[in-house]
């Protein structure tokens, strides 16, 4: 593990802890921060063997078959890209860099290297996404375009740059789309009063399917939350994430010609995705069968990401029918 802040702490330490109790041969071998009271906490409290606060040091020592990157975006690039240069099998908490260009760094040290790896969008391995993908795939019409909203609501965060927390929700929609982004305009309602770059944020999108999207993105609102409704011809998805940290559940429900046909409860924490992620990540690396996402599948999340940041007002792709890791550089961005 390298990084052992807060995120670290609180997110990917009780997951390693739990794939480490629940899935047999995975071994906490050790962990690394530069600070190393950081370092010794996070080793103490989830179980890890040993603590460093030199990278090399520890990979010398322990050789390890993998390892977890969690570090504040503006560093992913410089810490990843030599990592992955050398083959070595890597998990990276998103986003994977701060714009396009790191992207495309790290995509060509994964190909050098060659080695396995996975971007941690952790919303794709919540069992509420996973099972809204299975209702998608099984109870709605196939190839038919819908329509996707998404609420990803916050309370009191005043960050400068929201755009790598609402990276979330981004790939999240483009996941249960199923397909390529084709255009997108997005725009913000600033609020100066409360902070530089604050601002309520909108994004709509059209997908190679036909499919469209709206996201509604606002980090000083009442509470926390993330919802999701998906309406296709006679179906309707509901779905209220379990992002939360205290009991409160999330929820599914599918409708089919005006009638709830089932509901179903997600109560954090383990349904937060992180442990399936590490746990999916793990048996990828034993049986060979890579998992996604990869970093060339976050090519348009990225673009996205970046978008929001320098406040354009649109974006197109040149896209193809294939999937997202096909896509090249956005033909247009204004």
Known sequence: MIGCGGHAYTAHGPAQQT?????????LAACCDRDPVRAATYARD?????????????????????????????????????LLARGVPLLLEKPPGLNREELEQLIAAAETGGAPHLVGFNRR?????AR??????????????????????????????FSTTAIHGLDTGLFLAGSPFKTARMG???????????????MEAECVSGTRLRWNMNPVAGLITERIAIHGIGRSLLL?????????????????????ILREAFTPPDQEGFAQETAAFAESLVTGNPTGPHLCDCRQ?????????????????????????ALEKPLSSR
């Open 19 to 27: 794939v480490a109790r629940n899935l047999p041969g995975f071994q």
């Open 46 to 82: 989830y179980g890890f063997a040993r603590h460093y606060t030199d990278i090399d040091t520890m990979l010398a020592r322990e050789q390890p078959d993998a390892v977890a990157l969690v570090l504040p975006v503006e560093i992913v690039c410089e810490i990843a890209a030599p």
């Open 125 to 129: 391995f919540m069992p509420i996404i």
């Open 132 to 161: 809204a993908r299975e209702l998608l795939d099984t109870e709605f019409i196939r190839d038919e375009p819908r329509q996707i909203t998404y609420e990803l609501i916050r309370f009191n965060r005043r960050d400068p740059d």
């Open 188 to 202: 913000r309602n600033p609020l100066p009063h409360l902070g530089p770059n604050v601002a309520s944020l909108w």
């Open 240 to 260: 209220e994430l379990p992002v939360r940290k205290d009991d409160a559940p999330g929820s599914l429900s599918f409708w089919r010609n005006d009638r709830e």
């Open 301 to 325: 999340q990225i673009d996205l990401m970046e978008a929001l940041r320098a406040q354009r007002p649109a974006i197109q792709w040149q896209t193809e029918t294939t999937p997202t890791s």
